[in-house]
């Protein structure tokens, strides 16, 4: 009898992996959230967003970049106007947590300088 219990017991912490996202809330078996992460105050959000992405498999292997950088980037959006993220997970085997950034392409045109602070005078970049 120990024996069967130790083979669940066995069975059911191989299943169980490592890979979490960070969200609001969180679900041990099962994970699909959305949530804030930060704003600058505008009216709206902007007339365009992109999205950069991380994946990990078991807590093991994570690759990706979800970093606000990279979806201003996929956007083409030089004034952020805020920054959401979105997660999901399964049964801690496979995890994905998404960075989306929200805002417009400044009438300047291009990248604003090195030194210019993110987030600084209504969100420029």
């Given at each position: 009898?120990k024996?069967?219990?130790?083979?669940?017991?066995?069975?059911l912490?191989?299943?169980?992996?490592?890979?979490m996202?960070?969200?609001?809330?969180?679900?041990?078996?099962?994970?699909?959230?959305?949530?804030?992460?930060t704003?600058?105050?505008?009216?709206?959000k902007?007339?365009?967003?992109g999205?950069?992405?991380?994946?990990?498999i078991?807590?093991?292997?994570?690759?990706?970049d979800?970093?606000?950088e990279?979806?201003?980037?996929?956007?083409?959006?030089?004034?952020?106007?805020?920054v959401?993220?979105?997660?999901?997970?399964?049964?801690?085997?496979?995890?994905?947590?998404?960075?989306?950034v929200?805002?417009?392409?400044s009438?300047?045109?291009?990248?604003?300088?090195?030194?210019?602070?993110?987030?600084a005078?209504g969100?420029?970049?």
């Amino acid at each position: 009898m120990k024996l069967i219990v130790v083979g669940y017991a066995a069975a059911l912490l191989s299943l169980s992996g490592c890979a979490m996202v960070m969200g609001p809330v969180m679900g041990a078996w099962y994970t699909d959230v959305k949530g804030p992460v930060t704003a600058t105050g505008q009216p709206s959000k902007g007339d365009r967003s992109g999205e950069a992405c991380a994946t990990s498999i078991l807590g093991l292997i994570a690759t990706g970049d979800a970093s606000i950088e990279t979806a201003r980037k996929n956007a083409g959006v030089t004034k952020v106007t805020a920054v959401d993220m979105s997660g999901s997970s399964i049964l801690g085997i496979y995890a994905k947590y998404c960075t989306v950034v929200y805002g417009s392409k400044s009438g300047k045109g291009g990248a604003p300088a090195a030194g210019d602070k993110a987030g600084a005078e209504g969100g420029e970049l």
